[in-house]
Nanobody, 123 residues
Framework: QVQLVESGGGLVQAGGSLRLSCAAS????????VGWFRQAPGQERVFVAA????????TYADSVKGRFTISRDNAKNTVYLQMNSLKPEDSAVYYC????????????????WGQGTQVTVSS
């Protein structure tokens, strides 16, 4: 069982940056792939980025490629999402999720979820 806690959300102007953190409080975090997803009001939860258990593999949604970077520090049981050049359309609640070993891009593939952190980008 893995428990996840997101942090780092907030209000930022368009063009600004934020770094989200996803900390695991229980479990062997290094054995899990981690994904970031986001959900805007009235919309479905969608994939943003994911990283494999060892950190060597990453994948991104087309909408964030070149602007967002996912990374992990297994010694700290933490995965990060560095978000640069933020746009108003990036505003959403951001969730991190974990699954065993292999990264995936679908919501249904992940077994453990955090509570989310709000990101608001003003124009």
């Amino acid at each position: 069982q893995v428990q996840l806690v997101e942090s780092g959300g907030g209000l930022v102007q368009a063009g600004g940056s934020l770094r989200l953190s996803c900390a695991a409080s229980r479990g062997i975090f290094s054995a899990y792939a981690v994904g970031w997803f986001r959900q805007a009001p009235g919309q479905e939860r969608v994939f943003v980025a994911a990283i494999g258990w060892g950190g060597g593999r990453t994948t991104y949604a087309d909408s964030v490629k070149g602007r967002f970077t996912i990374s992990r520090d297994n010694a700290k049981n933490t995965v990060y999402l560095q978000m640069n050049s933020l746009k108003p359309e990036d505003s959403a609640v951001y969730y991190c999720a974990a699954r065993r070993l292999v990264l995936a891009t679908s919501v249904d593939a992940y077994d453990f979820w955090g509570q989310g952190t709000q990101v608001t980008v003003s124009s």
